[in-house]
């Protein structure tokens, strides 16, 4: 794993609260339609934690199951309250949590190093050059 820092994060009304340890390693960003219709954005930025850091520490949550482009089902949780995506179960990311950095409260912690599903990018969002570049999943080349 690329650290042991925990990282703590929540909702936008603040009655989630979670704490996690996530791979700084394998943060990424993702252009998949699933993403870009759940985060209400061009794309999605997400990292890793081994389920065993991570943490509810406060609040209720809800779950949204569903086949991803992937087809692997997908669990997304989410505040029911005010409706902040914070974080997804996915059986391609065994024994992990998979975290909306948006929802961390230091997300200028994280620096994603490959993008996912560049297939389905929108043409005017722009990633960094020199990072890794997958058409759909992890492991698919450019």
């Not at 993702?30 to 850091?53: L, M, N, T, W």
């Not at 991570?54 to 505040?79: H, M, N, Q």
Request: aromatic share 12%; glycine share 10%; proline share 7%.
């Amino acid at each position: 794993m690329g650290n042991e820092t925990k990282f703590s994060g929540g909702c936008l009304c603040g009655t989630v609260r979670y704490e996690a340890q996530p791979d700084l390693s394998s943060a990424y960003y993702c252009h998949c339609r699933d993403c870009q219709i759940g985060s209400g954005s061009a794309f999605k930025v997400a990292v890793p934690a081994p389920s065993s850091s991570f943490k509810v520490l406060s609040g209720e949550t809800s779950t949204y199951t569903y086949p991803a482009d992937s087809g692997d089902i997908i669990e997304r949780v989410f505040c029911p309250r005010c409706g902040a995506f914070l974080w997804w179960v996915d059986p391609g990311f065994s024994g992990q949590v998979v975290l909306s950095v948006s929802s961390l409260d230091n997300p200028e912690a994280i620096t994603p190093i490959r993008e996912v599903w560049t297939k389905s990018a929108v043409s005017w969002s722009r990633i960094p050059e020199g990072i890794d570049k997958f058409r759909q999943g992890r492991l698919d080349p450019k």
